[in-house]
C-alpha cells in the first residue's frame, strides 16, 4: 500500500483525537463524568494516527488511481471506528454495534439513531454527534468536488470539466476551492446558530441542529427531532437552511465572485432542483389538505418541512408524516431516494442524475423513432457525452442493485419487507427514517438485530462512497501489480 | 394512420371473433346459458373487424417504422377490449372493469384474477381465459421475434443479428421462423396436456392448464390453483413445462436443426438462466428447510414449483409461500422483477439483459481502475455494442421506473405500500400473485379499487410491451409528418 494512503489517515485520526477535546471540555464544564470517554478516545486515536504519520514520514508521496480509491475508504472507515470510541467507552453501556452504527450514521449524515431519551444525554455526547455530522458533511462536499470527479464515478467526471475550465477564471487550485467551500460552510452554519437562537433554541441547541441541519444530517437533542420545539418560524428556518445545504457550494462561490448574481440560475441542478422540490411540497400540501383538512399555511409549512427533510436527506421530524393517508408511505419511500446536488452534504441519487436519466429515456425514445438521427444530450452549458450517460445509468443500475441486495439481507435477518426495503433505502440515499413502526419518523433502530445493523452500516458507506468507489475492490485485478 | 394498422387489427378482431366459437361449443354442449354471450360477442368482433378490413382493403402496404408501434400497441389494446365481451356479457354480473382486467391479464399471460369460485364457473369461460392465455403466450414469442429487434426495443436489437445472420442458414424468413416457432408450441402444449391428463388431471383440466403452463401465464381452474390437485407429480411436471415456456423458442429451432444438439448449452440466455433459477431454487429450498423443517424432497419441490412460477411469470400457488418466513416476502418480489428468457412467454427483466447489466457493472469496475483500457463485452458470441448497452441500461430505467410510478398511483388510490408495490411489480412483470393478505397468493385482486385495476391494466400492458414501444407515443414528434 502507498504510504501516503496510511499517512493521510493516521494525519485524519490524529486530528479527530484532538477534535475528542471540544466534547470533553463541554462535560468538564458539566461536571460529567463521561468526559474521560473522550480523553480515553482522543489519547488511542492520537497515537495510532501520530503512529501511522510517522511510519510513513518522508516516503514517496504520488498518489495513483488506486490509493485515491484506498484512501478514500481508508479514511471513511478509520473515521468510523475512531469516532465510536467515545460512545463505547461511555457509561451508558452503548454496545460496540451501536456506537459503530451511531458514528457512521454520523459522519455519513445519514441521521438514524439506536440512541434514546436523548434529552438526559451529556452535553458532550450531543456535541460529539453533531460534530461528526458537521465534519462528514464538509468532507463529503470536500469528496465531491476534489475526489469523485477525478475517479469518473457516477457521472461526476462532468463535474470536472467545471473544476478545469471554469474554476481557474476564479480560483487556481482544488484546494484553494476547498477552503472558500468550508469558509462558506461555517458563514452558513454561524447564520443557521443565529436563526436558530433568535427563534427561541438555547445556544447550545441552536449549535447542535445548525450543525446537523446544514449537513443535512438531522440528528436532534431530542427523540422528538425538531417537532419537540413545537415552533413553526423553527421548521421554516430548518426547510430554508436544508435547502441551502443540498445546493452545489461550488454555487456559492461561483455566485460571489459574479458580477451579475446569476451563478444560481445559471447552474445545471439548481433550479431545476428547486423547481421539483417546490411542485413536490405543492402536491404534499394538497395531498395533506385532502386528507386531513386544515390552515393552508399549516399544511404547506408540515408538507414544505417532511418533504425538505427527506428530499435533502436530512431527515428531522416534526410529527409522523406516515400518518398523512393511506399514499403517505409510498410518496415518502420515493422521495427518500432522490436527494438533493451533486457537490453539496446531501445524498441520494441527486439532481443532476435525475435530469440526465429523464434526458436519457427522452432521447432514446426519440432514436426509436428515427435511429439515424444524432441528438447532442446537453445538462446546462456541459455535453452529456456516452460515456458520462453510461457513469450515471450505472450509478442507477448500482443503485437500486444494492437496494435490493440490502432489502434482501436485512429480511433474511427476520426483519419484515417494509421495514427492510424502507431502512435500505434510508441508509443507502444517508436520509434517516425509514417507514413502518420500528423505524419510521418517531421510531429507532435500537430494536434492530444487531446483524441488521451492521448491514446498515455498509448500506450508509456505500451510499456515501457512490458505490463504485467500493465496488472496485472487488475486482480481481484491483489489488494485482 | 397508415391503412394496414386498421387492416390488421381488423383481421386479428375478425379472427378472435371466430375463436369465440370454440367456449361457445363448449357452453352450448354444457347446456350452459353463457353461449350466448359468446355469441354476441363474436358477431361484435366479427362485424368490426370485417368492416375495418373493407375500409382499408387494397390500399397501400407499405410498414414504416411509426405504423410498427401504433401496430404494437393497437393490436394489443383492441384484442384486450374484444376478448373482454363475453365475460362483460355473461350471467355472472361481471362489471366493465373486472372483465377488461381479465382479459389483459390473460392476453399479457400475467394470470392476476378478480374471478373468484372458480370451480363454479362454466367450462366455457375457464376455456376462454386459458385461451386467452395461449394466443397472448404466442403472440409475445411472435413479437419478440419478428418485432422488437426491428423497433430496437430494449436491447433486443442483439436478436436482430441472430436472424439475419444465422437463420437465414436455417430458414429464410422470419415468418417462416414464426411457424415453426408455433410448431414447437402446439407440441410442447400437447405433451404438457398427456403429461398433466396422465398424472390425474381430467382431460378438460389438463388442457387448461397446458394452456396456461406453457404460456407462463397462471390463470387455473380452481381457486387454489395447482395446489387444489394436492399431487406432487403434478407440481414438478408444471415445473419441467413452466420451464420450457420460458426458454428462447428460437433455441428450440436451432436445437431440432443442428447435428450435435448443442443449442441449448451454446445459447446466450438458456445456460445462465437454468444456473441462477437452480441455485435460487437450492437457496429457497435451504430457506425452507431452516424455517419448516421437514423432508429434504418436500421442500425441494415446494421451492422448486414455487421459485419456478414466480421467476418464469407464471404465477402459479401451491399454497402460500409467503409464510415461509419473515424474509419470504422479500425474496419472492424481487423474483417476480426477474423473468425467463427473451424470445420466450415469460415476462420481466429477463436473463439476458440480467447478464448484461452484470457484465456492464463489471466493465464500468474495471475502467474505473485502468480508464484507458478497452473491454470488448460479449454475451454468448453477440458483441454487447455501445448502442445495445444503452439501450438495456435503459430498459431498467425505465422498467423501475414504471414500477416507482404505479406503485405511487396505486397508493394514492388508497392501497397500502406492500400490496401497491407488490401489485406494481407483478403486473409490470406479467408474472400474476402480488404479496400482502389482500392480491398475496391466496387472494385475488378483486377487493381493489376500479382505479387499481386500471392502473394496473396499464401496467401489464407497458410491461408486455417492453415499455419503449409505449414511450414513443408520448413524444411530441411521434404524432407529426
Same mark, same amino acid.
Given at each position: 500500500?502507498?504510504?501516503?494512503?496510511?499517512?493521510?489517515?493516521?494525519?485524519?485520526?490524529?486530528?479527530?483525537?484532538?477534535?475528542?477535546?471540544?466534547?470533553?471540555?463541554?462535560?468538564?464544564?458539566?461536571?460529567?463524568?463521561?468526559?474521560?470517554?473522550?480523553?480515553?478516545?482522543?489519547?488511542?486515536?492520537?497515537?495510532?494516527?501520530?503512529?501511522?504519520?510517522?511510519?510513513?514520514?518522508?516516503?514517496?508521496?504520488?498518489?495513483?488511481?488506486?490509493?485515491?480509491?484506498?484512501?478514500?475508504?481508508?479514511?471513511?472507515?478509520?473515521?468510523?471506528?475512531?469516532?465510536?470510541?467515545?460512545?463505547?467507552?461511555?457509561?451508558?453501556?452503548?454496545?460496540?454495534?451501536?456506537?459503530?452504527?451511531?458514528?457512521?450514521?454520523?459522519?455519513?449524515?445519514?441521521?438514524?439513531?439506536?440512541?434514546?431519551?436523548?434529552?438526559?444525554?451529556?452535553?458532550?455526547?450531543?456535541?460529539?454527534?453533531?460534530?461528526?455530522?458537521?465534519?462528514?458533511?464538509?468532507?463529503?462536499?470536500?469528496?465531491?468536488?476534489?475526489?469523485?470527479?477525478?475517479?469518473?464515478?457516477?457521472?461526476?467526471?462532468?463535474?470536472?470539466?467545471?473544476?478545469?475550465?471554469?474554476?481557474?477564471?476564479?480560483?487556481?487550485?482544488?484546494?484553494?476551492?476547498?477552503?472558500?467551500?468550508?469558509?462558506?460552510?461555517?458563514?452558513?452554519?454561524?447564520?443557521?446558530?443565529?436563526?436558530?437562537?433568535?427563534?427561541?433554541?438555547?445556544?447550545?441547541?441552536?449549535?447542535?441542529?445548525?450543525?446537523?441541519?446544514?449537513?443535512?444530517?438531522?440528528?436532534?437533542?431530542?427523540?422528538?427531532?425538531?417537532?419537540?420545539?413545537?415552533?413553526?418560524?423553527?421548521?421554516?428556518?430548518?426547510?430554508?437552511?436544508?435547502?441551502?445545504?443540498?445546493?452545489?457550494?461550488?454555487?456559492?462561490?461561483?455566485?460571489?465572485?459574479?458580477?451579475?448574481?446569476?451563478?444560481?440560475?445559471?447552474?445545471?441542478?439548481?433550479?431545476?432542483?428547486?423547481?421539483?422540490?417546490?411542485?413536490?411540497?405543492?402536491?404534499?400540501?394538497?395531498?395533506?389538505?385532502?386528507?386531513?383538512? $386544515? +390552515?393552508?399555511?399549516? #399544511?404547506?409549512?408540515?408538507?414544505?418541512?417532511?418533504?425538505?427533510? *427527506? &428530499?435533502?436527506? %436530512? =431527515?428531522?421530524?416534526?410529527?409522523?408524516?406516515?400518518?398523512?393517508?393511506?399514499?403517505?408511505?409510498?410518496?415518502?419511500?420515493?422521495?427518500?431516494?432522490?436527494?438533493?446536488?451533486?457537490?453539496?452534504?446531501?445524498?441520494?441519487?441527486?439532481?443532476?442524475?435525475?435530469?440526465?436519466?429523464?434526458?436519457?429515456?427522452?432521447?432514446?425514445?426519440?432514436?426509436?423513432?428515427?435511429?439515424?438521427?444524432?441528438?447532442?444530450?446537453?445538462?446546462?452549458?456541459?455535453?452529456?457525452?456516452?460515456?458520462?450517460?453510461?457513469?450515471?445509468?450505472?450509478?442507477?443500475?448500482?443503485?437500486?442493485?444494492?437496494?435490493?441486495?440490502?432489502?434482501?439481507?436485512?429480511?433474511?435477518?427476520?426483519?419484515?419487507?417494509?421495514?427492510?426495503? $424502507? +431502512?435500505?433505502?434510508? #441508509?443507502?440515499?444517508?436520509?434517516?427514517?425509514?417507514?413502518?413502526? *420500528? &423505524?419510521?419518523? %418517531? =421510531?429507532?433502530?435500537?430494536?434492530?438485530?444487531?446483524?441488521?445493523?451492521?448491514?446498515?452500516?455498509?448500506?450508509?458507506?456505500?451510499?456515501?462512497?457512490?458505490?463504485?468507489?467500493?465496488?472496485?475492490?472487488?475486482?480481481?485485478?484491483?489489488?494485482?501489480?
Amino acid at each position: 500500500m502507498n504510504p501516503i494512503v496510511l499517512f493521510s489517515i493516521g494525519l485524519l485520526m490524529a486530528a479527530m483525537g484532538i477534535l475528542f477535546s471540544i466534547p470533553a471540555i463541554i462535560d468538564i464544564s458539566n461536571h460529567n463524568p463521561d468526559w474521560k470517554a473522550f480523553a480515553e478516545s482522543s489519547a488511542i486515536a492520537v497515537f495510532i494516527g501520530i503512529s501511522l504519520m510517522l511510519l510513513t514520514w518522508g516516503r514517496t508521496f504520488c498518489l495513483g488511481r488506486r490509493d485515491g480509491y484506498l484512501l478514500t475508504i481508508g479514511s471513511w472507515v478509520a473515521m468510523s471506528l475512531v469516532a465510536a470510541l467515545p460512545f463505547w467507552f461511555s457509561s451508558h453501556e452503548i454496545s460496540f454495534t451501536n456506537a459503530v452504527f451511531e458514528s457512521i450514521s454520523g459522519l455519513t449524515t445519514t441521521g438514524s439513531t439506536t440512541f434514546t431519551h436523548l434529552g438526559s444525554m451529556p452535553p458532550g455526547f450531543l456535541l460529539w454527534r453533531a460534530m461528526l455530522q458537521w465534519i462528514g458533511g464538509i468532507g463529503i462536499i470536500v469528496m465531491a468536488v476534489s475526489l469523485l470527479p477525478f475517479l469518473r464515478v457516477g457521472g461526476m467526471q462532468l463535474y470536472r470539466m467545471e473544476t478545469s475550465d471554469q474554476y481557474d477564471k476564479i480560483t487556481p487550485r482544488i484546494a484553494d476551492v476547498c477552503l472558500r467551500i468550508f469558509g462558506i460552510y461555517v458563514l452558513l452554519s454561524l447564520a443557521c446558530v443565529i436563526t436558530y437562537w433568535s427563534l427561541g433554541m438555547t445556544i447550545f441547541e441552536a449549535l447542535i441542529h445548525a450543525m446537523t441541519t446544514i449537513s443535512t444530517g438531522g440528528f436532534s437533542t431530542s427523540d422528538q427531532s425538531l417537532g419537540y420545539f413545537k415552533a413553526p418560524a423553527i421548521e421554516w428556518a430548518a426547510v430554508v437552511f436544508m435547502l441551502a445545504g443540498s445546493l452545489p457550494f461550488t454555487v456559492y462561490i461561483r455566485f460571489l465572485h459574479s458580477p451579475n448574481r446569476t451563478a444560481f440560475t445559471l447552474d445545471s441542478q439548481t433550479l431545476p432542483f428547486m423547481t421539483y422540490t417546490i411542485v413536490t411540497i405543492c402536491l404534499g400540501a394538497i395531498y395533506l389538505e385532502m386528507h386531513q383538512p $386544515s +390552515a393552508i399555511l399549516d #399544511s404547506l409549512r408540515i408538507s414544505a418541512f417532511s418533504v425538505v427533510s *427527506i &428530499i435533502t436527506t %436530512t =431527515g428531522y421530524a416534526s410529527g409522523d408524516y406516515l400518518g398523512w393517508g393511506a399514499g403517505a408511505a409510498t410518496f415518502f419511500f420515493f422521495l427518500t431516494l432522490i436527494g438533493g446536488c451533486a457537490g453539496s452534504t446531501s445524498g441520494g441519487l441527486k439532481a443532476f442524475r435525475l435530469l440526465a436519466l429523464y434526458k436519457g429515456i427522452r432521447n432514446q425514445s426519440q432514436l426509436l423513432q428515427f435511429p439515424n438521427s444524432l441528438y447532442q444530450m446537453k445538462l446546462g452549458d456541459r455535453d452529456l457525452t456516452k460515456e458520462s450517460m453510461t457513469s450515471v445509468y450505472l450509478f442507477f443500475l448500482v443503485m437500486i442493485s444494492s437496494l435490493g441486495l440490502i432489502t434482501l439481507a436485512l429480511s433474511m435477518t427476520g426483519l419484515d419487507f417494509i421495514s427492510s426495503i $424502507s +431502512a435500505a433505502a434510508t #441508509s443507502i440515499a444517508n436520509v434517516g427514517p425509514g417507514l413502518g413502526t *420500528i &423505524i419510521g419518523p %418517531t =421510531g429507532t433502530f435500537a430494536p434492530l438485530s444487531n446483524a441488521a445493523k451492521w448491514i446498515l452500516d455498509v448500506g450508509m458507506l456505500i451510499g456515501r462512497l457512490e458505490y463504485f468507489t467500493v465496488l472496485v475492490l472487488f475486482l480481481p485485478n484491483f489489488w494485482k501489480e
